[in-house]
């Protein structure tokens, strides 16, 4: 498909100019529309109709394809001033539930892939990821601070199911004492509950459990994939009987979409045993801005407009401001809106912004046989 934004980058749009975003097809249970080229691809495909009339027939199936990810290490640092942790582990690159507004989008560029279907249906497995785990976590100079598992895509997303990644790397993280952070939109992290609840009553893991909209039809076609707001909820829920600090992230928050629900959705989730909530308002960066106009003009084209203007006039009139701090806050009267609004029902149902810390100095490096620590593998 072709690259490069439709609408113009900067300033209002109007009704019709949203709608000029659409796109002719639809695949069912997938969030984005279009398959636009690689940013870093020297060649831009565009469909054309050559006569026969085919460019108007239904999309084909798409199906999910996972390939391997040669990994040479696994845990990336980072030093962003805005983020709460400095390293993560992601078992996978791309992501099945979908999520058309998912950050995460752009990086399948590197791989000469698109950040539209593509980024949902050609996914990448690490198979190593255990074995080198296990490696980084040897080293001597190693020094334990929490670990943030699947905060690029989704560490639960649906291939986790048979490929049992994540669960290999908490049993490893259990074994060492190590700290982790889990942040998903999936049930399937109640699977692990066995490993999570003895490691969150030692104080070394937590969980936050991701729910943008209680709208079931919403949710549907915005996170075609994930689990449904009711089983997320369930999700909070289970594992807050376990033991378990768990905090919702109702985000992103899209000004003209699901702003309205904040209170609802903070009310649902103390009432299902949240321990504190954060936010994120909607992110555009590189590709994911005309993936999810296209989005908007296809799914809710007579709140298309709206929902850009807003999101625009807490960027400065841009799709995006990568500033630290601005990016997942925003700016300008409706951002402080949306502050003073999850700030107040945050506090009224009693959930903290801030996350509990995690122990490190339970920490144990891999001993060998003899008992001696093992300084190399």
Request: aromatic share 6%; hydrophobic share 40%.
């Amino acid at each position: 498909m072709r690259t490069g934004q439709k609408l113009k980058p900067t300033g209002r749009v109007t009704l019709i100019e949203a709608a000029e975003a659409a796109e002719r097809f639809e695949h069912r249970g997938r969030g984005a529309i279009s398959n636009q080229t690689g940013r870093f691809e020297r060649q831009i495909h565009n469909l054309f109709d050559d006569g026969w009339g085919t460019i108007e027939d239904d999309a084909a199936p798409l199906e999910t394809i996972l390939m391997d990810d040669t990994a040479k290490t696994i845990i990336t640092f980072n030093n962003s001033p805005d983020i709460s942790f400095d390293r993560t582990v992601n078992p996978y690159r791309g992501c099945e539930h979908g999520c058309i507004y998912c950050f995460a989008r752009p990086t399948h560029a590197w791989a000469g892939l698109s950040a539209g279907l593509d980024f949902e249906s050609r996914l990448f497995r690490k198979a190593n990821a255990p074995e080198l785990l296990i490696k980084e976590l040897s080293r001597p100079s190693y020094v334990p601070k929490p670990i943030a598992l699947g905060m690029n895509t989704d560490a639960y997303q649906p291939v986790e199911r048979e490929q049992r990644l994540t669960r290999r790397l908490l049993e490893i993280l259990s074994a060492h004492n190590h700290p982790v952070t889990l942040l998903t939109k999936s049930a399937l992290i109640q699977r692990d509950i066995d490993i999570l609840a003895p490691m969150a009553e030692k104080g070394i893991a937590r969980v936050g459990v991701s729910i943008t909209t209680l709208d079931r039809k919403l949710a549907r076609k915005m996170e075609p994939r994930a689990a449904t707001p009711e089983r997320r909820l369930e999700t909070v829920r289970a594992l807050s009987q376990a033991g378990i600090p768990v905090l919702v992230m109702t985000a992103p928050i899209i000004p003209g979409l699901n702003d309205h629900e904040i209170e609802a959705l903070l009310d649902a989730s103390a009432a299902h045993g949240a321990a504190g909530a954060g936010y994120v308002v909607l992110r555009l960066p590189y590709e994911i801005k005309d993936l999810f106009h296209e989005w908007l003009a296809q799914h809710v084209p007579d709140r298309a407009a709206r929902v850009i203007n807003l999101t625009r006039e807490m960027r400065g009139g841009k799709d995006y401001d990568a500033e630290w701090f601005q990016r997942g806050r925003g700016r300008g009267p409706m951002a402080n809106l949306i502050s003073q609004r999850f700030q107040k029902a945050a506090l009224r149902n009693g959930l903290s912004s801030q996350r509990p810390a995690l122990r490190t100095d339970l920490f144990r490096p891999r001993e060998s046989i003899g008992g001696q620590f093992l300084l190399e593998l």
